[in-house]
Nanobody, 112 residues
Framework: QVQLVESGGGLVQPGGSLRLSCAAS????????MAWYRQTPGKQRELVAI???????NYADSVKGRFTISRDYEKNTVFLQMNGLKPEDTAVYFC??????WGKGTLVTVSS
């Protein structure tokens, strides 16, 4: 089993920054593809960013140039650095491992 725990969410003004963390434990493999998703009420969960075992990355068009995904193999942690936040980035952000395991999410609210 794999456990994922997100942290770092909160309230931030438009244009601000937040750094989300996803701490993984259990039978986590360094080869796992890790990803961040987000979801707002009434909408489907959408992929925000993905990082492969070789640290290759890909992003949703809506966050390219503003968000950066990274991982620390020694600490089994994945990060999402979010800059230039917009109100439309408001959502619950979820960590995902290997398209199978999910965290419980952390709420990001962008508002003045």
């Amino acid at each position: 089993q794999v456990q994922l725990v997100e942290s770092g969410g909160g309230l931030v003004q438009p244009g601000g920054s937040l750094r989300l963390s996803c701490a993984a434990s259990g039978s986590i493999s360094r080869t796992y593809i890790m990803a961040w998703y987000r979801q707002t009420p009434g909408k489907q969960r959408e992929l925000v960013a993905i990082i492969t075992s070789g640290s290759g990355t890909n992003y949703a068009d809506s966050v390219k140039g503003r968000f950066t995904i990274s991982r620390d193999y020694e600490k089994n942690t994945v990060f999402l650095q979010m800059n230039g936040l917009k109100p439309e980035d408001t959502a619950v952000y979820f960590c995902n491992a290997e398209d199978r395991y999910w965290g419980k999410g952390t709420l990001v609210t962008v508002s003045s």
